[in-house]
């Protein structure tokens, strides 16, 4: 039997916990918040994902998460925005628009 594991967002909610973020569940989303910032968390893709709120993380398998980034590129919405690029051992990378790959802290 193969190693079962974590769904995505649990892996973003343990990302989002070692930054010292605190969470809390908002429908399918997370909304992350340390000092002044608020980020919500999503695995939505970006066509379906809600628009509110300044800061949005898009969550996905490091193999999506480059396409993830182009839509977002594309689309140019109206918030910043990032992806979460995550492994299957839980490694992640920080993409965003305006740098390839931001490294992990």
Not at 13 to 19: D, E, P, Q
Not at 68 to 83: C, K, N, S, T
Request: a negative charge; aromatic letters at 8%.
């Amino acid at each position: 039997m193969g190693a079962v594991s974590k769904p995505l967002v649990e892996k973003a909610r343990a990302v989002f916990r070692g930054l010292g973020y605190e969470l809390t569940a908002e429908g399918e989303e997370l909304r992350a918040e340390r000092k002044w910032r608020t980020v919500y968390v999503t695995t939505a893709d970006p066509a379906e994902a809600n628009t509110h709120g300044r800061l949005r993380c898009f969550v996905a398998r490091a193999e999506r998460a480059p396409e993830i980034q182009d839509r977002l590129l594309e689309i140019e919405p109206d918030y910043d925005w990032a992806v979460l690029s995550i492994d299957e051992e839980g490694e992640y990378r920080v993409l965003h628009p305006s740098a390839d790959v931001l490294p992990a802290p």
